[in-house]
């Protein structure tokens, strides 16, 4: 787990500092666990009554897909309703989508396959078992959109609210067959109030997208996320198979960053085009004349979700043995011969960080230039004054440029989004030749093999290895990779440089960079999300962060589809194969329970949730012989044909606020080689069972770190 600094973590670090040496299984621990059973109990029912108003006041949801597409319909219950059946039936007029069940939180979900286009209104039933319907809920699911190929303009919605005269026009485009979807971005502009402005204007029926389609409702801390949010929604709809061509904007300059959509940016002046009808039809025909002449379905995705372009001729090798991505990055660095460009999060003291520092030194000695950078904050390198001694003593080192990314030089330069907009890659590139894009910050967990480190019941969980990921690549994409770094260099003041020339190809791996960009784009989100809606036979996750409600409803729909759902998952404190834990932080604990219960609703949908336990060769003499360790790795694949790995989680943060990077790779003989250990980890690793009497006992605590959570720390 990344730290992430917030009231929770400081208040339960502070308590473990506090119960520092008493035991974990005395009257301390007990009265922790009796206070927070009454708590989460206390917290569990304000939500409750809160989520009963979310569901009284609750709207219907648009969506836009593709023909043939599979999409989500959620009807949500009030819990006075919930009482009358729990059978929910799926309609549009005398159509019936299908039936779903409400499941304790109050909410049904049916996943379809769309068959035919048009313009559907979803509405819900209540059922019971004699199949007497009770009535409607309130606000409908919303309308669901089936694009053939049609052009569609999407439309900012601030441009009625800014009163600019575009009605007659927009009616006139829809006239010559061009569908207008709105996007609802501001919120001072609510989706109440949009839909009376369209019905004045005889603009109805309309398919709204709102900002929650997007944004999994997170605190934007005054940043103007419109145009991401815009780039979001119309990224997805244009890799479901919509000839998203358009968008009208009052704020074009705003907007700007969609150029690399493909689709054509018009003003409100833009649209007294007489032609512009033919020019969006005519878009819309190169469109799907693309989409035809794919390589395959899940390219085609990619390019539109990420705006990023596949490069062939690349080797490539996937590492989850730590001791062997320890001795591959030294390697590498030891075999430097002219430059060496490293980029990591966090650089922490031990014995890693001491090997690696030794290489970084004796390749700057024997003339390789060496650049660094690491992040500022979570490397404890100029916040406030602080200094990291590695980072300091690499900076005397001639030949060595090492510099802190986004530093926090005082208090009146901090604000929530320093703290959130952090560089989050770890990147490594020799000779512009040799790229690793990884999961693995410098520290020791991150690189000690799991054979490495005897464990007995009273070893400290940071004694203990985590499991993660790296790709090693060389070939054509390495260039890019070099790109990302010097970007993120110049950003934090260094000296331009020149970059080496591409290497020539070195293999038959057909290979993408996927970057987000911090608060300016959700490509990583997106890249997985192409990935899970391709799928047609099964998928593996690696990760142990709570998976952002986006990319849930991306597995829903692939187990809906009859795919085999793998997430390996780990204990973000170490425990025994008993579910113990063994002796770690406090605020580590409560970011275990908070994941577990995030993941129970991928559970109940069907997806194997799986716990990783240490391999065979560890040494371990703890009570029931095997280590549940954390999994820090960020890998999913497809089909035995994709797999992507690299620095990205599957949460919010790593969605919507971090730099990351990760790197995609179609390649069957790649990805059948990694998914063979991932099966590995399967056969041997524990089925997360709800009904287990310690899962049942912790429901408390996982209740109230999930709770007080996201507002605290997490979000």
């Not at 192409?530 to 409803?553: E, G, K, M, Q, W």
């Not at 959570?709 to 979000?715: F, I, K, N, T």
Request: hydrophobic share 45%; net charge negative; proline share 4%.
């Amino acid at each position: 787990m990344d730290a992430r600094p917030g009231r929770l973590e400081r208040m339960l670090a502070e308590l473990s500092r506090q119960t520092e040496g008493r035991s974990r299984e005395g009257l301390e621990r007990g009265a922790l666990e009796r206070a927070a059973r009454w708590l989460g109990s206390a917290v569990g029912s304000v939500a409750r009554a809160r989520e009963a108003l979310d569901f009284l006041k609750a709207r219907g949801v648009d969506q836009v897909v593709g023909l043939g597409e599979c999409v989500e319909l959620e009807a949500r219950l009030d819990p006075l309703r919930m009482r009358l059946g729990h059978e929910i039936r799926f309609h549009s007029g005398e159509r019936e989508w299908g039936r779903a069940t409400l499941d304790a939180r109050g909410r049904a979900r049916l996943v379809i396959e769309t068959d035919e286009p048009g313009l559907f209104a979803i509405e819900a039933a209540i059922h019971t078992e004699g199949g007497t319907g009770l009535g409607e809920i309130s606000g409908g699911v919303g309308r669901l959109l089936v694009m053939a190929e049609e052009p569609v303009l999407a439309v900012d919605s601030a441009l009625l609210a800014a009163g600019v005269e575009t009605p007659a026009a927009l009616s006139t485009l829809r006239d010559a067959g061009v569908k207008l979807v709105f996007l609802c971005l501001s919120p001072s502009h609510s989706r109440e109030h949009l839909d009376r402005e369209l019905a004045t204007e005889r603009l109805t029926p309309a398919v709204v997208l709102g900002a929650d389609h997007a944004s999994e409702k997170l605190p934007t801390l005054g940043v103007d996320f419109r145009p991401v949010f815009a780039r979001t929604l119309i990224r997805r709809m244009r890799a479901s198979g919509v000839a998203v061509v358009g968008l009208l904007s009052a704020d074009v300059s705003a907007m700007a960053k969609t150029k690399d959509l493909g689709v054509r940016l018009i003003s409100a002046a833009g649209l007294g085009d007489a032609d512009l009808a033919v020019r969006l039809r005519d878009a819309a025909g190169v469109f799907h004349e693309r989409r035809r002449h794919a390589v395959s379905p899940l390219r085609f995705r990619l390019d539109q979700a990420t705006a990023t372009r596949a490069v062939e001729g690349n080797s490539c090798v996937i590492e989850l043995d730590n001791h062997a991505a320890r001795h591959a990055v030294l390697h590498a660095i030891d075999e430097a011969r002219r430059e060496i460009l490293l980029s990591v999060y966090i650089l922490e003291e031990g014995h890693f960080s001491d090997e690696l520092s030794y290489s970084l030194v004796a390749a700057a000695r024997r003339g390789v230039k060496v650049r660094a950078l690491v992040d500022a904050l979570y490397s404890r390198q100029d916040v406030l004054g602080v200094t990291n001694v590695l980072v300091a003593g690499l900076a005397a080192e001639p030949g060595i440029e090492i510099l802190a990314s986004r530093p926090i030089l005082s208090l009146e330069s901090l604000d929530p989004l320093l703290l959130k907009e952090r560089d989050h890659r770890k990147l490594l590139v020799i000779d512009g030749e040799r790229a690793f894009v990884s999961g693995r910050n410098a520290g020791d967990a991150y690189y000690t093999g799991f054979d490495e480190v005897p464990i007995t019941d009273f070893t400290a969980h940071e004694r203990i290895p985590w499991l993660d990921a790296h790709i090693e690549l060389s070939g054509p994409l390495t260039r890019e990779v070099a790109e990302s770094f010097r970007e993120a260099f110049r950003e934090a003041g260094g000296a331009d440089f020149e970059l080496h020339e591409a290497p020539s190809p070195r293999g038959h791996a057909c290979a993408r960079l996927v970057i987000h960009h911090g608060v300016g784009d959700a490509n990583a989100m997106a890249a997985y999300e192409a990935i899970l809606d391709s799928a047609r036979d099964h998928v593996f996750i690696l990760n142990d962060f709570p998976v952002v409600d986006t990319l849930a409803a991306a597995v829903r729909r692939a187990v809906a589809r009859g795919v085999d759902v793998t997430l390996l998952t780990g204990s973000a404190l170490a425990r025994r194969r008993d579910g113990s834990f063994f002796r770690g932080p406090l605020h580590r604990e409560a970011f275990e329970y908070m994941t577990k219960e995030r993941l129970l609703p991928l559970v109940e949908a069907g997806v194997n949730v799986i716990e990783v336990v240490s391999p065979p060769e560890t040494r371990v003499l703890a009570r029931g012989g095997i280590v549940r360790p954390y999994v820090h790795a960020k890998l999913m694949s497809a089909d035995a044909r994709v797999v992507s790995v690299g620095s990205a989680n599957l949460d919010v943060t790593a969605s919507y606020w971090e730099q990351e990077a990760i790197v995609v790779v179609e390649d069957e003989e790649l990805t059948a080689r990694v998914e063979r250990e991932l099966r590995a980890l399967r056969s041997r690793g524990l089925r997360l069972d709800p009904e287990a009497p310690r899962f049942r006992e912790e429901a408390p605590l996982r209740e109230l770190a999930s709770r007080l959570w996201p507002d605290s720390l997490y979000s």
